[in-house]
């Protein structure tokens, strides 16, 4: 297990500094990937379980960085078929190699505990036992189960899907991609496969894109794009606009930050497609974009909670505090957005989230203060072991 020090080094970064797992992942070398995305990813998927299991075999709180490092341990001796002697003896090593010596003995009692099972989990009736079995913060737990009381249970103990939606470039015959991809399972914009050599090289040459089942679903249900002017209010990565440029609409994609632009312009040139680019603040009104545009799409930030079992991160990125302070900054960003739409245009507010007050909500009170515009389409995705995406989608039509 070589690569102990790059999982720990991973998994600090998220968990103690708040980085994107996404992010962190793609920085990996080819030889580190494999076995640091499975301890990442196991470990983020059962840090509630693993938490508990260190409460209940360590008299006191760990320091954080032994927090991290007992974390990932756990996981491996739970879940990877690893010798327990092995990753104990990693641990204890990889204790020293982190500056912390004098705890060396503290690693190896607490594993040693961990690996003879040496623990009691929650009961069925304490609180945490929930957290355990969706994976979940509780406060989490609680909020979809009053939005959703009659099925908050499927939502919450969904499986992840391992193949991944692609969709291909409008110059890419179908026919021959299904001859020659092998397994896939088709769906209304693209397909479900798992990721091969072609599959990358299809991806590397810009024939087709990594892009959520649900995600080209909101640039459908626009309609015809070809030659219509289109605003991406809040466009990185950059997916729909790219998808749209592909379609044939003249797109201007918008992010409030440099950087987000930059990978705009990479995904766009390895997609062979042109996008017009404007740093802008989507909750800022430009007088020059007033009635400008035939679509306006705001991809409003949202907390993500929809797309939680690929981005286990979330868990420690928000609050329901964050949530309120969101809402306000949705709400502005689709009242000014409203601003850009021609009459007769279409103005679509979608997220990848399936909480009420960050979707129905937001376009309901828009609706009750905008009198020109109307519901067109309306719907709420929610998460599912079928790979969709907990997602909104709302097509909103400003009268002519």
Not at 131 to 159: A, C, F, G, H, R
Request: a neutral charge; charged letters at 25%.
């Amino acid at each position: 297990m070589s690569n102990w020090r790059a999982s720990y080094d991973a998994l600090s970064e998220i968990i103690r500094r708040g980085a994107y797992v996404n992010l962190i992942l793609n920085k990996l070398s080819d030889e580190d990937r494999s076995f640091v995305t499975q301890v990442v990813n196991g470990t983020l998927e059962n840090y509630f379980e693993i938490d508990s299991i260190i409460k209940a075999t360590s008299s006191k709180p760990p320091q954080q960085a032994i927090r991290v490092l007992l974390m990932q341990a756990i996981y491996a001796l739970r879940y990877m078929n690893e010798p327990a002697y092995a990753i104990v003896n990693e641990s204890v090593n990889l204790t020293a190699d982190i500056g912390k010596e004098a705890l060396k003995g503290y690693v190896n009692a607490v594993l040693k505990r961990v690996s003879e099972e040496k623990y009691e989990l929650p009961d069925f009736d304490e609180p945490r036992y929930e957290e355990i079995k969706y994976k979940m913060p509780l406060w989490l737990i609680n909020v979809i189960k009053e939005s959703y009381p009659d099925n908050y249970d499927e939502i919450l103990y969904v499986e992840k899907r391992h193949e991944v939606h692609v969709r291909l470039a409008q110059s890419v015959r179908a026919a021959n991609f299904e001859e020659k991809v092998g397994n896939f399972e088709k769906t209304k914009t693209g397909y479900y496969v798992s990721i091969t050599p072609y599959i990358k090289r299809l991806f590397n040459t810009g024939k087709l894109t990594y892009q959520s089942y649900t995600s080209t679903l909101a640039v459908d249900v626009i309609g015809p794009v070809k030659n219509k002017e289109v605003l991406d209010v809040c466009a990185a990565p950059g997916g729909k606009s790219v998808y749209l440029a592909d379609k044939g609409a003249i797109v201007t994609a918008c992010d409030i930050y440099p950087h987000k632009i930059a990978l705009m312009k990479t995904y766009a040139d390895r997609m062979n497609v042109t996008l017009k680019y404007f740093q802008n603040d989507a909750t800022e009104f430009k007088q020059d974009w007033s009635k400008s545009f035939d679509v306006v799409l705001v991809d409003a930030p949202c907390s993500g909670l929809g797309v939680i079992t690929k981005r286990r991160d979330i868990i420690f990125k928000k609050s329901m505090k964050d949530i309120k302070e969101l809402t306000v900054t949705q709400a502005r960003m689709l009242d000014v957005s409203a601003l850009y739409v021609k009459r007769g245009g279409i103005l679509i507010y979608s997220t990848c989230t399936i909480l009420k007050m960050e979707n129905n909500e937001i376009v309901s009170n828009f609706l009750k203060k905008h009198p020109t515009y109307y519901l067109d389409y309306e719907e709420q995705f929610l998460p599912s072991s079928d790979g969709t995406d907990g997602f909104y989608i709302a097509k909103i039509i400003r009268k002519a």
